[in-house]
């Protein structure tokens, strides 16, 4: 039985977007892409590292975002996460931080809390060591 896929290699329709220069695996590839359906895979082949690396990813992640045409991406700081759900009748936002640190997020309108039942404004809202918070905000409203 053929095996397509052997350890150490891309598919054949995987592009190379970047080689490395130096490190440990020079001449590799920095990214691939491969298409699927109408959207895209990017594999990194390394991850960057220090502020310069994170600036690079940040900037990989907007590129790629709009690229599919994201419409909805929230200012938040290291350690918290934005998960948003959305049904008929309202959007949610998910709202963690996992890093024990505490953080914030931007909200881009006017929200409910779904916890504490709250309204809670647009703007800067902080987030305490691993808290969860639940945004509701109404679907009638124009998104970010």
Same mark, same amino acid.
Request: hydrophobic share 35%; glycine share 14%; net charge neutral.
């Given at each position: 039985?053929?095996?397509?896929?052997?350890?150490?290699?891309?598919?054949?329709?995987?592009?190379?977007?970047?080689?490395?220069?130096?490190?440990?695996?020079?001449?590799?590839?920095?990214?691939?892409?491969?298409?699927?359906?109408?959207?895209?895979?990017?594999?990194? !082949? /390394?991850?960057?590292?220090?502020? #310069? %690396?994170?600036?690079? &990813?940040?900037?990989?992640?907007?590129?790629? @975002?709009?690229?599919?045409?994201?419409?909805?991406?929230?200012?938040?700081?290291?350690?918290?996460?934005?998960?948003?759900?959305?049904?008929?009748?309202?959007?949610?936002?998910?709202?963690?931080?996992?890093?024990?640190?505490? !953080? /914030?997020?931007?909200?881009?309108? #006017? %929200?409910?809390?779904? &916890?504490?039942?709250?309204?809670?404004?647009? @703007?800067?809202?902080?987030?305490?060591?691993?808290?969860?918070?639940?945004?509701?905000?109404?679907?009638?409203?124009?998104?970010?």
């Amino acid at each position: 039985m053929e095996r397509r896929n052997r350890p150490g290699r891309y598919p054949a329709e995987a592009k190379s977007v970047g080689t490395l220069i130096g490190g440990p695996s020079p001449g590799l590839s920095f990214l691939t892409e491969m298409k699927r359906g109408q959207g895209r895979i990017v594999l990194p !082949g /390394s991850l960057p590292a220090g502020d #310069e %690396g994170s600036e690079m &990813l940040e900037r990989m992640l907007i590129h790629y @975002g709009k690229e599919a045409n994201v419409t909805r991406m929230a200012e938040v700081t290291t350690g918290t996460i934005v998960a948003p759900r959305e049904s008929e009748t309202e959007e949610i936002w998910v709202i963690v931080n996992m890093n024990g640190e505490g !953080g /914030s997020v931007t909200l881009p309108r #006017e %929200g409910f809390d779904k &916890l504490s039942g709250e309204r809670v404004a647009a @703007g800067r809202m902080e987030v305490g060591c691993y808290e969860y918070r639940m945004i509701a905000f109404s679907s009638g409203s124009s998104k970010k």
